[in-house]
Every structure is written in structure tokens, then in C-alpha cells.
């Protein structure tokens, strides 16, 4: 059974039927063509698939397409322009946070919800936040070290006034 | 060296920054099909019937073929290069779909449709039926006298091998002290990110094409050609981005029935995507090992005579064969070279199973021998009351030692190793602290050290192949054979290129995926050789084009070529800038009468391996009650030779040492005793998650290894190798509890703990 829905996606609206069983991911990679979103383990284990819905990361693939009606979706291709970066993809890099490359995008959308809530968070903190995003090649600890200065860099070019683009 | 050895930032960060970078199920394909897999729901039987009519009859299906469709004839799988002594090729002993099914999830059939939900439904409506065999799942079972062959004619053994440095009777003699030890590790998986993947069709020059998710395209590529049993030369490998492999993309473990899928379809697109729970249990894995030691030790603290027995499980395949377990036994060699005098006797065999398949796995059976060699060793020094660390640095190997197979060890750093390891984890200072510790909660000290191998030289051709193209802007594109996986080979590349011919890092692109239609040949990514064996023919071809530069440069300029250098993308002569390398490209690309575009197409094959060392150091908490370890700090120290580039050094042996604690605590492929793989997700499996990872550190002891590109050596692999045997040591430093089994659970140490006396039964309930 087709549902139609509504939702704007990397601050673009798009209507289109979808089939009610199909995961938001199947719609992301698939229907829209942004494979920069990744399928791992496709039950909510791996968070490959994060993407941000309404400013909250979520794995796609066990949020029904359908649920996607009405809401603001972001994925990793609406976070840089051209060569722009942005603030967490530069820390990632700079950081040496990417390996393979294949959690990346999922790591800096969780990343990015983190930047734009307005919240200080600790080491600690960013490692119980970032549980949800698994890696096999970094052990993580470039990724802390980015998602660190993620938060710094995001707070010293706002501070209270926070632009909500990091 | 002014490229070499800086922290440049990885050449294909930004495309996976921004999601661009395309893995093999992110490229668009025209009329694309989807190939689901019927696999074997039984450990060990036959196929007796097999009804595929109703998956046939399903709206959408377009192919269902079985093992009677499939070549009768069987292939090897394993990334290793071709060997042209018969004795030496890798076992051929499966076929693409299989009647005879050796473990749960063998291939039997496979279904093609226009989508994969229609192609899964048509796997549900196959049924067959079996005749089943004994389950056989340990070496004792697999060996014992009239077990049933799982593969006809070989008694279940897949290999055997022995080293004989001495002979153990006599050398013993000199030995005061006696010592025995069993040591056990269980199955382990790669868990790369991405899962295997691949799709095929026959392209316009009617080559089967296969574009996966490999290490090795260049090997795969004969593989498939073997398995469909055409001329290799009608095979095309494309690898593109490849989401880690670890191993387990080392062997070829999809891309022959995605081959098969295609031929069979008259060349139409297919696409075979494992899921998370196929890779776990239907790739590869890491060996299960049972290794007994045997060693006398003199009364000055030195290994007179050891004796070390592996039993390798290899599950139902042959996979990499007996070579995995040789490289265990080769190890405890690498590491403590035996001195003059002293014997050495080791042998192995590596035994079929019905179990998922092992192959190749970041550290290729070392992690299993350090495990097993550095812990009894720990178990020697305490009963001996020695000084753990003065007791290794007694016994490792020194310079100028030669392996069993010839090599030379020209560079050696383990000692300094071993001793900057025992500075940064303050040991001297800390085992103070922590003695004569009680209570529930307890600190402990442990150190491991490890020798590996770089590549596979004597045992298997190393040559490699390197081409570069000069730009008309004096940029240059570099193409190798060599597999960009995450470690960060293609940067190195760039870095190499550019120190030689003398040019900024940003002059070098590196491309990174191969096609073998167009790639200079290479074997591929494992055996953590790329940035020797690769890194050899990338110099010889940098080299090429700074001489052709120059002499371009003297017969246009007017200058002599003995006084022209090229340092920084400029001509120099006597220390002037006499024109910029991007003129002179332009020049040769354009001037009428001159023009000659300078490129280099080169190979190199390598006649040495370089023995990279080190040591893993940690100190850590045990909560007794619990049977819970908390990591408080942990280092790995390495000579990997001359770092070529420190930050993607130091993420390589981050990623190892997670790896390696993951091996000591947490992994484990529960099997069941019909052979069913209970855990097959990663959450059951006991992935660490971020806030299960200590922070890691990672530190370096550069030394320079003659034989070697740029004095470099492996780092890919050995930082996985001797973090579990740290760690056990640690546990047995804070409880006096020797672990000897892995992963060490908390139930383990709440059973250890208890029968220790350090948990009552009281306090246990």
C-alpha cells in the first residue's frame, strides 16, 4: 500500500508516494539517490544510517518512510556547499576522526545534532551521546577528538547567539 | 626527508566528509537485479532433493538457479597471489553452489529479481530436503579416528606444517625449569562497517565485470576466472571506496557467484548484497585456536627449549589453508629468536570443521600466538620470580637474527619499545603502588610485546606495479594496484611520490580505485605490505620522473644535468630557480619541436620483509564481585621504521588496539552444538560501542629499515596483536588469577574469582 507524503529534505520540499514498509533510508538512498547515507546493519544496530530528523539524530533505517510526513530531514549531503565545510565535517578531518569512511557521515550527523543543541558536553558525555554510531576502524578516539573541537569551534563562532548551521 | 613523515590530511577525507565517496551499492546501475541467496540450514550433509518451482513460478523473479546449474568443478578462494609450484596454490575445494553443505549457511541456490524483497520471497519458497552427518565442531571431534571426511580424502586436515630450529630433548638439557600451558581463543569476526558487496555484469567488450567491495581485485579477478572456468584475461575487477575489510574482503567470498549470476543472465546487471547477518557467518572469520606450550628455561632466565602445538579450526572451507597457522607458529619465532644452542620445534594443523569459514583476519594468527606466548611467558617470570620485562628483554630477538625462511633482521627497535612502554605507563612506580592490594577492587599491570612480518617474501611473490602521469601543470596522477581500504595507503603514496621527485604533497593525486582494465597490477591490501611492496615501485617510478624532469630540464634550459634538482615543484641550478616544474610540464606537453610528456610505468618486485616489533602496556581496574575490567590506561608502542605520516600512523594503531581489546574481553561467535551461529548481529556479538573504548595511545620508536622504500614497515596489522595478552596480564597482576582462555567475560571471572577464593559463595549469591 503507497502513502503519499510531504517533507522537507536538506531544506528542500518533496512529495512522493511511498510504500508503506519502506524505511525512511530505502526513501533517502534509493527513491532520492543520496547514498551518502549508509545502510550497515539495517535494524538500528550500527547508526550508519543516521540522519537528522526535526534537529534529532535518528537511524533511518527503522523510521518508517511514512513517519517522515511533515518533518525537516536532514542527511550528510545538505551539510557542505562546494568545497564548504562544515564545522564538524572540518574537525573530522583535521582530527584524522575518518578511516574507511563508511560510519563518517553517520558519526558527524550525530555530531552535528550535538553542535547545534546548545549544550556543553564532556568527554564523557560525547562518548555516551555517540553510542549509537559504531566504528571499527578508529577506536574512536579521533572521533572524540573531533567531536571535542566540533563543540569548541561551534561555541567560539556563536556562543549564545548560535547560527544553527554547524 | 621534507614530505615524508608529516601529519598530511588523508587524500580522500573530503569525499567521505561530505558522503560523496561512492561504496559499490552507492553507483547507479541501469536495469540492476537483485540476487538473494538460498543457504543450508544444516552443519554437515547433502542436498538429497531440491524443489525451486514455486520461487521460479513468483511474479518478478528472473533467475533461480542451484548447484545443479552451477560449474562442477571446485576453486580456491583466498587472496593469495598465483603460485606456480602446484604444491603451493591454495586449495581448491568448493564450488560456487553446493550440494554437499559443510555449514549452516552454505550456498545451494540462488534467486535473481527485479528487487530484493522479491528476490528474498523467492528464497523462502525453496525447500529441500537433506541427508545429514555427524556435526563435527572441535579438532578432537574432526580428528578422532572414523570421524566422518568433510571434504573427501583429507581426514579433516587442511594443512600441517612444522619448524625445527634445534631439537627439544637435547636443548632441554640445559634447562633448570620446566614449564606446560593450554591456551584457547575463540572465533572472532572483522566487523567491517560496510558488508560485503558486489555486483556483476558482462560489459561492452564481453568481459564479465564485477565491481566489489575487495582488497584484492587484481587476485579476484583470476579467482572468478577460475571458478566460471574462463581465461582470467575475460574477467574485469572494478574496486571502488571499500567501507573496511580487515581480512575478511581478502578472500573472495561473493564475487564468483555474482559472476556466475550474470553469465547465466546473458550479462544482465546483478547485485549480490550480503546483509549484516551474512557477513557474519557466511565471510570470514578469525581462527579458533588450541596452542599447548612446552619450555625449559636455564637458570639465567633464558628459553633453552620450547616447544608450541597449534590446532587451528578452520571451519568447512580451506580458505587461506594452513598458512594462518604457520604464521602463528612463525610468531613465537619472529619474536624470541632463538639464541645459539637453544631449540625451537613447533608444528600445526589446521582442521576442517563445520563451522564458518576462517581466513584472514589484521594480524593473520599472531594475535593468537602473542596471546598464548606473552601470557606464558608472564606465568614463567612469576613462578620464577624474575622481573617480567627483564626476562623478555633477555630472550627477544636481536639484530642481524635470521627467520626459519631466511630473513635477515636488519632493524630492530623492541627493546626500546618495551622500555619507552614501561616509562609512559610508569610502571616502576605504579607496580609499587599496587602491591600487597585486598579488597573487591584491585589495580594491575600487564605488558605484551609482538614481532610481524611486512608481506609475505619468501613465502609468496610480492611484485607490484606503480605508473605516473605527468599533467601539462606539472600535477601528476599516480596509479597503483594498491587497495585504499581506510588505512590511509593512497596518502602515504602521494607523500612518497612527492619526496622523491621533489615536489609539494598537492602536486600528487593518487587514483584511488582500480579497475584491472586499467590499473598497473597489484596484489593488494593485507599482510600490512602496501607501503613496502607498493611503496618500492612508487619510489622507482618517482625516481623515473625526476631523472626525465632533469633531463628535460638540462637539454631545454642549457643547463648540466649533473647540477639540476628539482626541490619543491621547481627547477633548481646551483641554487636558483631556473623555471617551475609547472613551465616545464606545459613545454613538454605543447612545444612543437620538443614536446615529450613525461610518465613512468614501472614495477618492483621485492626481495626482502622487514619485521616490524612492539608492545602493548596497560594498567587497569578489576571490580572482583562483578567480574568487570575498566581499562585506566593503555598504550601501544611501535617500530614500524621510519613513520611516514604520524596522524594516520597513530589512527592505525588506534583501531588495531580497539580491535585487540575487543579480542581480550568482549568477542566471541557463540556456536551452538548443531552449528548455528547464535550472535550474528552487532549487538549480540559484543561490538565495543564508543563508551565501551578507553582512550587509546599510541606512541612510536622510529627506526630505519634498509630494505624498505623510506626505512618504513608494517603498521597495519600489528597493532591488533598484543593488546589481549597485555590485558590478561593485567587481570592476573591486580587478582593473581591467570585467564587462559578468550575473551575473559565476567563470567569467567566470577568463576576464576570464585575458585581463587577471592569471591565467597556468600558474596557470589
Known sequence: ?166 | MSVIGKSYKRQDGFAKVTGRARYVDDIPVNGLLHAKVFRSPIANGRVLSIDTAAAKALPGVVGVFTYEDAPTHSFPTAGHPWSLDVHHQDIADRRILNDRVRYVGDEIAVVIAKDEYTAERGVDLITAEYEEYPVLLTPEAALADGAAEIHAGTKNVVGSFAINIGEFAEADKQSKHHFQAKFTVPVVQHCAMENHSAYAYIDENSKITVVSSTQIPYITRRIVGQALGIAWGKVRLIKPFVGGGFGSKQDSVLEALVAFCTQKLCGRPVRLQFTREETFVSTRTRHAMNMYLETGVTDDGILAARKFDVHALNGAYASHGQSICSKTMTTYAMLYGPKTGCAYNAKGTTVYTNMPVAGAMRGYGAPQAVFAVESHMEDIARELQLDPIEFRLKNITELGWVSPTGIKVRSIGLKECILKGRELIKWDERKAQYANQSGNIRRGLGMAAFAYATGVFPISVEVEAARIMMNDDGSMQLQIGATEIGQGSDTAFAQMAAETIGVPFEYIYVVSHQDTDVTPLGLGSYASRQSYSTGLAVRKAAEEIRAKVIKYAAANWNLQEGEVDVVDGWIMSNGKQIVSLAELALHSHCNNKTAAPISADVSHNPDGNPTAYGATFVDLEVDIALGKVTIKDIINIHDSGKILNPQLAEGQVHGGMSMGIGYALYEQLLIDAKGHVLNENLLDYKLMTFPDTPDLKASFVETYDPAAPYGNKSLGEPPTVSPAAAIRNAILDATNVAFNSLPITPQKMIEGFTAAGLITPKEAN
Open chain 1, 1 to 166: 500500500m503507497e502513502q503519499k507524503i510531504t517533507f522537507t529534505i536538506n531544506g528542500e520540499e518533496k512529495s512522493l508516494y511511498v510504500d508503506i514498509r519502506e524505511s525512511l533510508l530505502e526513501v533517502v538512498r534509493d527513491r532520492l539517490e543520496l547514498t551518502g547515507t549508509k545502510h550497515g546493519c539495517g535494524v538500528g544496530e550500527c547508526g550508519a544510517c543516521t540522519v537528522l530528523i526535526n534537529g534529532e539524530a535518528f537511524d533511518s533505517c527503522i523510521y518508517m518512510a511514512v513517519w517522515a510526513d511533515g518533518k525537516d530531514i536532514r542527511t550528510i549531503e545538505g551539510e557542505s556547499c562546494g568545497e564548504k565545510l562544515s564545522v564538524v565535517q572540518t574537525a573530522f578531518l583535521e582530527e584524522g576522526a575518518v578511516q574507511c569512511g563508511f560510519c563518517t557521515p553517520g558519526f558527524i550527523m550525530t555530531t552535528t545534532a550535538l553542535t547545534e543543541s546548545g549544550r556543553e558536553f564532556s568527554r564523557d558525555d560525547i562518548k555516551r551521546e555517540l553510542a549509537g554510531n559504531m566504528c571499527r576502524c578508529t577506536g574512536y578516539q579521533n572521533i572524540a577528538n573531533a567531536a571535542e573541537k566540533a563543540l569548541q569551534t561551534a561555541k567560539e563562532c556563536c556562543g549564545e547567539n548560535c547560527c544553527g548551521k554547524h
